[in-house]
């Protein structure tokens, strides 16, 4: 039998949380003296106090650890508990992978100050076009590129590649909202066809009218999705030295995918409405 300092030292807890628990009737001591008032802990049940820790840790509610402990959680219940939990590991785990790459990406952008080439930027008509499309608002440049790995594996499997050009994205909103991205996702068609194609969850690809560009200025990024900023931001410093003025947020061309995860190699034009400025009054 262990006091409570050295059952805390050896089931590396406090104390305090020892005495918490004993509270509410979770985790009590062996045995207490009657006269003393001292608690002593069992190794024995070191089992149930890890079982408690692992469960707060997945993110169960101490009611939900108690039932779970007690044998009141039915397999089917205690099976979807953990599975949702999972799932929100696993999209904070992404946020946060992706949160680095873009600090990453700003590290690099600050390096390259004062040491940039000219960017290849090239002035073109992009004329209208059939568009297989979904658009919504999603929770990131993570779910952007979930999104864009959805299309790749149902698309081509749907319709002959000869009828599909690149996978385009088509930015809608006027201010760039990291937790809200209103993009339009999908592939620019090169036949007459009019077909539809449903994603997982009831999401429906339909077939529009891309419209035509009269102007865009063009540059051609080449490396990580997370790092397409700093190609922009070339475009901009190159537009704004020759009097251009942009029209809206435009577009973006994969014309190559990152085929090894998010930090791979992909080609990705970029392509932004201009003209030149109107004269004043």
């Known amino acids: 039998m262990y006091k ?7 089931a ?7 005495r918490y628990y004993n509270e509410i009737g979770l985790f009590s001591p062996e045995f207490t003296d009657p006269q003393t008032g001292y608690r002593f802990y069992s190794a024995a049940q070191l089992p149930r106090l890890n079982r408690i820790l692992a469960a707060r840790e997945l993110g169960f509610t101490l009611e939900q ?4 402990l007690d044998g009141q959680l039915s397999l089917d219940e205690l099976r979807g508990m953990l599975t949702l939990r ?9 946020a946060e992978a992706e949160r680095l790459r873009v600090v990453e990406s700003r590290l690099r952008q600050i390096e390259d100050e004062g040491h940039s080439t000219a960017p290849d930027v ?7 076009q059939p568009f297989l499309s979904l658009r919504e608002l999603l929770p990131g440049l993570s779910a952007v590129r979930t999104r864009v790995e959805q299309l790749h594996s149902v698309v081509p499997k749907t319709l002959a590649q000869s009828n599909l050009g690149p996978i385009t994205l088509v930015i809608h909103a006027p201010v760039f909202e990291p937790d809200a991205l209103d993009f339009e996702i999908g592939y620019t068609l090169t036949g007459n066809i009019r077909p539809e194609v449903r994603l997982a969850g009831d999401r429906m690809l339909t ?13 051609v990024h080449v490396g990580p999705t997370s790092d397409t900023h700093r190609s922009y931001g070339l475009l901009a410093e190159w537009l704004e030295a020759h009097g251009w003025e942009v029209l809206g947020p435009g577009r973006q061309v994969l014309m190559q995918l990152p085929l090894r995860g998010p930090e791979s190699e992909a080609v990705v034009e970029l392509q932004l409405p201009v003209a030149r400025p109107q004269p004043g009054p």
């Not at 590396?12 to 020892?18: C, D, K």
């Not at 999972?86 to 992404?94: D, G, L, R």
């Not at 090239?122 to 209208?128: D, F, I, R, W, Y």
């Not at 077939?207 to 540059?219: E, G, I, K, Q, S």
């Open 4 to 10: 409570i300092g050295e059952f805390s030292i050896i």
């Open 207 to 219: 077939v529009r009218n891309l419209p035509r560009l009269d102007l865009a200025a063009t540059l």
């Open 12 to 18: 590396q807890v406090s104390g305090r949380l020892l």
């Open 65 to 68: 650890i108690a039932r779970l």
């Open 86 to 94: 999972k799932a929100q590991i696993e999209q904070t785990v992404q």
């Open 122 to 128: 090239v002035m073109k008509s992009v004329p209208a």
